[in-house]
C-alpha cells in the first residue's frame, strides 16, 4: 500500500449539481482523538462520517449486493470469522475450534454470552439458517462447495462436514454471505420486512436507516463481545467521485472508499492522507458464454485468444489507470499470493502480428464490432477505451458503453450483454480462481463459463495443503484458462480511498474492500 497526498482541482458548485445533497454535514466531526495524527491504539472516535458512490439497496447478504450494500453490512452482521484490517480472518463470534484428523468434521463453539444488539441470544440455529439461505440463494456458492451439511447441536455448538480438506474454509466464512442474524425474527417478518431494520451481532448496529434514501446511521453495539473505538458511522451517498473528493477535502466527510485517480500526487497533505489500496483481484473482460450471446464472432475461442493478445496490458494500467495497477500477465492476483505464475503468451506483453495470425484462422479475419459495458466507476470507462484502442488495431470495434453499477447488474443478471469489463475481486488465489471457474462461481454463473477440467483442477487444488502440488495444478488451470480466454486478464486490481481520521478505527481492510472497526480487545488471534 502506498500513501500520497492530494492535489484538487475545484468544480463549480453548479458542476456538482445534487451529489452533495443536504444530508451530507457542513463539517464531519469525528472528535479531538481522532485526528490523523492519533495513534490508532490511542484514538477514540465520536463519529465519523463516510461517503460511498450508491444507494445501500438492501442488507440481506444473499441479495448479492455490489460493495455499497456490503461495505455498510459488514460491521453489522454476526460472523463466525470476522477479517481484520490485515485480511487475516479471525474468530468472532465463535471462542474455541477443532478439526477431525482428517480435516471432514469442525466442531465450533459460540462464545459464551453473544447476544445480537437487542439482548437476545445467539444461537447454533442462526448460524444453519445463515448457511443454507446462502447455498439456496446460489451466491458465490462455489466458496462453499466442500461443505457438505451444518448442524446445530443444542444452542451453542456448530459442526460443519465437509467433502474434502478445505483451507480456505476461514476465508469462506468471513465473507458477508455467511452474515448472521436471529433465524426467528426473519421467519415471523419475512426476510424482506425483516432487512430493513436488522439486529446486529457485529461491533456496529443500524440506527437509521430508509431503503432508497441517501443516509444511513450505525452505532456502536453495546451488546458486543468487545468495545469499539468509534461510537457513530455515518453513511451518505455523493455518487459523483468528484463531488467525494471535494467533500472529503472540505471536511463534510472523514472517510471514501472510492476517489478519482487525479486525487493522488506526491506532495504531503496533513488533512488527507489518499490510500492506493491494492486489492486482492484482477480487472479483465468476460464474455458472455450462454446461447443468447449474439456475437458469433465472441463466441470463437481463436478470436478471443486474438483479443487477448493484442493488448497492451501496460497501456491500460499507465494511461488508463495513471499507472497505478500492474499489467497481468496471470490470471490469478498477485500480491499476497503464494502460487502465482505468469501464464499468458509473452508473460502478457502485446503481440500484433500473432493476433492478426490467430484473427485470420477465422471467419472474421479482418474485424467486427461489439458492444462493450463497464460500470461507470472512476476511470473504468477510460481504461475501457484503451482496450478499444488495442483491439481496433486488429480490425475489431469495440464499442464502449459505461453504466451504472445497477444497470450492468441488471443486464449481466438478464444475460443480455456481449462482453464486459469488469474485475474479479476475492480474498484467496483459488477462490478468485473459483469465481472464475467453478460451478456456482459468480462470474461461472455471470457468464456462462463451463469446464469441468478447470473444475477438478481447482477441486484437487482446494483440498491439498502441498503448495507445491497447489502450484502445479494452478498453473495447469491457468493454461486451460488462457486458451479458451472467456475471460481476458488485464492489470492488478485497486481503489483510491482518502481519510481524514485516525487511521484504522474504521476502514477498509488491506488489501480489500471488507469495512474494518477497531475494538477493544481486539480479534483474537486464531
Not at 472516535?45 to 458512490?53: E, K, P, R, Y
Not at 441479495?63 to 479471525?90: E, H, K
Not at 451466491?139 to 451453542?156: E, H, L, R, Y
Not at 487444488?461 to 495447469?476: E, Q, V, Y
Amino acid at each position: 500500500m502506498t500513501t500520497m497526498s492530494l492535489r484538487l482541482v475545484l468544480r463549480p458548485a453548479a458542476v456538482l449539481g445534487l451529489a452533495l445533497a443536504a444530508s451530507v454535514p457542513a463539517l464531519a466531526n469525528p472528535g479531538p482523538n481522532c485526528t490523523l495524527a492519533t495513534p490508532t491504539d490511542k484514538a477514540e472516535c465520536a463519529t465519523v462520517t463516510m461517503a460511498i458512490g450508491a444507494r445501500t439497496t438492501s442488507l440481506d447478504p444473499s441479495a448479492g449486493g455490489p460493495s455499497t450494500d456490503y461495505q455498510p453490512m459488514y460491521p453489522q452482521q454476526g460472523l463466525l470469522y470476522r477479517y481484520d484490517i490485515n485480511l487475516v480472518p479471525r474468530m468472532d463470534l465463535i471462542e474455541a475450534e477443532s478439526v477431525s484428523p482428517d480435516g471432514l468434521t469442525i466442531t465450533q463453539t459460540i462464545r459464551k454470552g453473544a447476544k445480537y444488539s437487542d439482548g437476545t441470544p445467539v444461537l447454533a440455529e442462526d448460524v444453519v439458517f445463515a448457511f443454507e439461505r446462502w447455498r439456496a440463494a446460489g451466491i458465490s456458492s462455489a466458496f462453499i462447495a466442500p461443505i457438505k451439511s451444518v448442524t446445530a447441536q443444542g444452542d451453542g455448538t456448530i459442526v460443519w462436514s465437509l467433502s474434502s480438506p478445505y483451507p480456505d474454509f476461514k476465508h469462506a466464512i468471513a465473507s458477508h454471505f455467511l452474515g448472521i442474524h436471529p433465524k426467528k425474527q426473519i421467519q415471523e417478518k419475512t426476510p424482506a420486512e425483516y432487512f430493513k431494520k436488522p439486529v446486529s451481532a457485529g461491533p456496529l448496529m443500524l440506527s437509521e436507516w430508509t431503503p432508497g434514501t441517501d443516509q444511513m446511521v450505525l452505532k456502536a453495539n453495546p451488546h458486543y463481545w468487545a468495545k469499539p473505538h468509534v461510537q457513530e458511522l455515518r453513511i451518505v451517498v455523493i455518487p459523483d467521485p468528484t463531488s467525494r473528493l471535494l467533500a472529503l477535502q472540505q471536511g463534510s466527510v472523514d472517510y471514501v472508499y472510492t476517489l478519482p485517480l487525479n486525487a493522488a500526487s506526491r506532495n504531503d497533505d496533513s488533512k488527507v492522507t489518499i490510500i492506493n489500496h491494492a486489492e486482492p483481484g484482477t480487472f479483465m473482460l468476460a464474455v458472455n458464454n450462454y446461447q443468447g450471446q449474439p456475437n458469433a464472432a465472441l463466441k470463437d475461442k481463436k478470436v478471443r485468444q486474438a483479443m487477448s493478445l493484442v493488448i497492451d496490458r501496460k497501456r491500460v494500467a499507465d494511461i488508463g489507470f495513471f499507472g497505478i495497477p500492474e499489467p497481468a500477465c496471470a490470471y490469478a492476483f498477485k500480491p499476497g499470493n503464494p502460487y502465482f505464475q505468469c501464464s499468458l503468451p509473452n508473460d502478457g506483453r502485446p503481440d500484433v502480428a500473432a493476433a492478426k495470425a490467430r484473427l485470420a484462422e477465422t471467419a472474421w479475419p479482418t474485424g467486427f464490432s461489439f458492444e462493450m459495458i463497464v460500470p461507470a466507476r472512476p476511470q473504468w470507462a477510460e481504461a475501457a477505451q484503451v482496450v478499444a484502442a488495442d483491439l481496433a488495431k486488429i480490425g475489431i470495434t469495440a464499442n464502449v458503453k459505461p453504466l451504472p453499477d445497477a444497470d450492468i447488474t441488471t443486464r449481466i443478471r438478464a444475460r443480455n450483454y456481449e462482453l464486459v469489463f469488469f474485475r474479479n475481486a476475492v480474498q484467496t488465489p483459488i477462490l478468485q480462481l473459483r469465481n472464475w471457474f467453478f460451478p456456482g462461481g459468480a462470474w461461472v454463473v455471470n457468464s456462462g463459463f463451463e469446464n469441468p477440467t478447470a473444475a477438478a483442477l481447482l477441486t484437487e487444488a482446494g483440498s491439498s495443503s502441498d503448495p507445491a502440488k497447489i502450484k502445479d495444478l494452478l498453473r495447469k488451470l491457468e493454461l486451460l484458462a488462457v486458451d479458451d480466454s472467456s475471460y481476458i486478464p488485464l492489470t492488478s486490481q485497486f481503489s483510491l480511498s482518502g481519510i481524514r481520521h485516525a487511521r484504522g478505527v474504521v476502514e477498509a481492510v488491506r488489501p480489500g474492500e471488507y469495512l474494518f472497526v477497531k475494538t477493544t480487545p481486539a480479534l483474537p488471534a486464531n
